[in-house]
């Protein structure tokens, strides 16, 4: 969805009608996670995909259809689906994709009021109902319960809109919606009609969106810079810090979001560190590296990559008992950092670095694919769908 926001938002403010066609879920190897996101408009203009190519052709003649007045439809594809096979989805997976038309106003302004708390960086999560004892394409709109009124227009109370349809399956779905928009998880979730836990008489899927993950980069080296740049390529809300004036500057990272000059663990620790948060050290220097490594082993950050050789990092691990880290606690340091992909510059480095953060994210092997059998794709992750 955030790749093509701009394309929406400004077809809501120019009041085109539209069709969004979702990816809600995916069996087996597929080339787009559930939540991806492509939109035809009246125009017959396309942005965003489903599945990397492979059914766009056919999901966009469903979604002319949906806009023609057909009403929300969900659609499979896959390898044991003949006709699925014939418009191209031979990598051996299914997916299945609702495909819902914003053909009014009202629709449109709903629409538009999520899609302007994602620009925000705000969380909020959707609910769909995709089959069952409700409306196909009802939807729900969810903001955590501690939103307030102040923020955006969802709802008279800031925290929610629409209606899948009876008032218990909206309290039972708002609910579950804010704990895995606390997770950072998708998913879809089966209730009774009137929301009964533990029956699957109605099918909803449920999309988060929280606000990019946080990469910290310490340390403003040349290393840094590319690390920055290739943070920000992957999705994530980019910070650099450094304690010196001269190096911490936006010339050096155009690309971060952020460029603080202060001590880096006086930083670290008055700053919001989640379980989605990437750390990467590239100080390589005791007087930083202790202290902030000490913060950092106290927050529940997903990945601390530690610059520095071998013998720098044994040294830098006696450093850290001596000042109290436990054997557990050093466990979590990913270092030297960076796969051994044979990385010389700093950008092949930095590349190495993230191809790390992807493996410790998604549970990779790190090896070649060529060697491997199996799913190509991994089906869980810690982060959810992005």
């Known amino acids: 969805m955030r790749d093509i926001l701009p394309d929406l938002r400004a077809r809501c403010a120019d009041g085109v009608p539209l069709a969004l066609a979702t990816v809600v879920a995916v069996h087996g190897s597929a080339p787009r996670d559930p939540g991806a996101v492509m939109a035809v408009d009246a125009a017959g203009t396309v942005v965003g995909s489903v599945s990397g190519g492979c059914v766009e052709g056919d ?111 909206d309290a039972a779905v708002t609910a579950d919606a804010r704990g895995l928009l606390a997770q950072g998880h998708s998913a879809i979730q089966w209730y009774g009609a009137q929301g009964q836990r533990r029956m699957q008489e109605v099918a909803v899927f449920v999309r988060t969106y929280a606000p990019p993950a946080r990469m910290l980069v310490f340390g403003a080296i040349d290393h840094a810079t590319a690390t920055a740049r290739i943070g920000s390529f992957l999705g994530y809300r980019v910070t650099v810090c450094d304690a010196r004036p001269a190096f911490a500057t936006r010339e050096r990272f155009p690309t971060a979001d952020e460029v603080v000059r202060a001590w880096p663990h006086t930083y670290l620790e008055s700053t919001e560190v989640d379980a989605r948060t990437v750390i990467c050290v590239l100080t390589h220097d005791p007087k930083f590296d202790v202290p902030l490594l000490l913060a950092a082993l106290r927050t529940p950050a997903a990945y601390i990559g530690v610059m520095g050789s071998r013998r720098t990092h044994h040294d830098r691990l006696a450093r850290l008992r001596e000042a109290g880290a436990d054997e557990a606690a050093l466990t979590r340091l990913a270092s030297p950092v960076g796969l051994d992909l044979g990385a010389r510059t700093p950008e092949e480095t930095a590349v190495s670095i993230a191809a790390e953060v992807i493996q410790h994210r998604w549970g990779g092997t790190g090896r070649p694919l060529g060697e491997l059998t199996g799913a190509i794709h991994h089906p869980g992750g810690p982060a959810g769908v992005r």
């Open 59 to 169: 999901v966009y003649e469903v979604a002319r259809e949906v806009l023609a007045g057909a009403g929300p439809r969900v659609v499979s594809y896959g390898i044991s689906d003949d006709e699925a096979f014939g418009v191209g989805l031979t990598c051996g997976g299914t997916i299945e994709v609702l495909v819902r038309a914003y053909a009014t106003a009202a629709e449109r302004a709903d629409l538009a009021a999520v899609l302007d708390l994602i620009a925000a960086d705000l969380p909020v999560a959707e609910a769909t109902v995709l089959s069952g004892a409700a409306e196909t394409g009802a939807r729900l709109a969810v903001r955590p319960s501690d939103a307030g009124a102040a923020t955006g227009t969802l709802g008279s109370e800031g925290l929610a809109t629409g209606t899948l349809g009876s008032e218990g399956l």
